[in-house]
């Protein structure tokens, strides 16, 4: 898993640019104290899909989802594989605030990447307000001092992808947290506990095992239907003249701000090829439970 080789590289990074080690460690502690989450790739597909959907609202609905965004987990790993490039953020939700800080692996479409790019930006949103502010990292601090100016811009340019990804996935994260509590869209595998060997190394280092392994975030039965009828051009069978006849006819489901200013969504209705649901089925936030949080798109 991406975080495992993250969790082994920040402690070469970091002495590599001559930061204490207590830095380092602290990065460490933060990412294997939090719940890890991988996404499967059209998992990821149909989260972008909805992520989209929502900033084509306009900014009033993307603020009115920030502001009542409640994160499943005070602390989240959350990793994908975008295009062949590890991605992986660890996001936090404290003190109406939402801080996501970004790393990526080379793009060689390996199981394991060969290096690790530190995060030289952090992003955090400020949840009464919808504003963001934006921090330098210790690695991004020690790497803009004494820069030659014909490489400024190409740091400007890791920042830049540094506070997108860091965007992207706060999104996302809400989204996820809103669709997970909508039955049979997405389907996350239940938390383990770490391995033998994970204790073990840890106890070694004298640091904090992980809280748990990764787990795999994928498509539910109703999660599938959707992304079947998105993604026509990957089923090519359905083109057969039976099928046609059997194929869905996908009402899609979409996410909104209810009357009592709650971000819901609303399930899709197959028609076609078997109704996962009998009608359509709005599911909300209950104000009882404030885990049960809403998504931003």
């Known amino acids: 898993m991406f975080r495992d080789f993250v969790l082994n590289q920040l402690p070469r990074i970091y002495s590599a ?8 460690q602290e990065d460490v502690v933060g990412i ?11 998992a990821l597909a149909l989260v972008a899909h909805h992520v989209n959907e929502i900033g084509g609202h306009g900014e009033g609905m993307v603020k009115q989802c920030i502001v ?8 989240t790993w959350m990793e994908y594989n975008l295009d062949g490039v590890h991605v992986g953020a660890l996001i936090v939700q ?19 990447p ?3 790019t530190p995060p030289l930006m952090s992003l955090t949103l400020h949840q009464a307000t919808g504003k963001f502010d934006l921090r330098v990292t210790p690695v991004g601090l020690k790497m803009s001092s004494g820069l030659e100016t014909n490489l400024q811009d190409d740091l400007r340019t890791v920042a830049k992808r540094n ?20 039955r049979d869209v997405l389907e996350l595998e239940p938390e383990l506990p770490p391995s033998r060997a994970e204790r073990r190394r840890a106890e070694r280092e004298g640091i904090p095992a992980p809280r748990s392994r990764v787990s ?40 909104f701000i209810a009357r009592n200013r709650q971000l819901t ?17 709005d599911v909300t936030a209950s104000n009882r439970n404030p885990e049960h949080c809403q998504v931003l798109r």
């Open 68 to 75: 009542e965004a409640m994160l499943p987990w005070p602390s």
């Open 163 to 182: 506070i997108d990804l860091a965007h992207a996935t706060i999104s996302s994260l809400i989204v996820i947290s809103r669709l997970i509590e909508a």
């Open 265 to 281: 969504y609303r399930r899709p209705h197959i028609r076609g090829l078997g109704e996962p649901d009998s009608r359509p089925l």
């Open 94 to 112: 404290e003190g109406g605030k939402i801080t996501s800080i970004a790393y990526e692996g080379d793009s060689d479409h390996r199981e394991y």
């Open 32 to 42: 294997r104290g939090a719940r890890a989450l991988r996404l499967d790739q059209r």
């Open 17 to 24: 640019f001559d930061l204490p080690a207590t830095t380092a």
């Open 216 to 255: 795999r975030l994928d498509l539910g039965r109703i999660g599938k239907a959707e992304y079947r009828a998105m993604r026509p051009e990957e089923f090519p069978e359905d083109d057969d003249e039976a099928a046609i006849k059997r194929r869905s006819h996908w009402v899609r489901g979409h996410m």
């Open 114 to 116: 060969a290096f690790v």
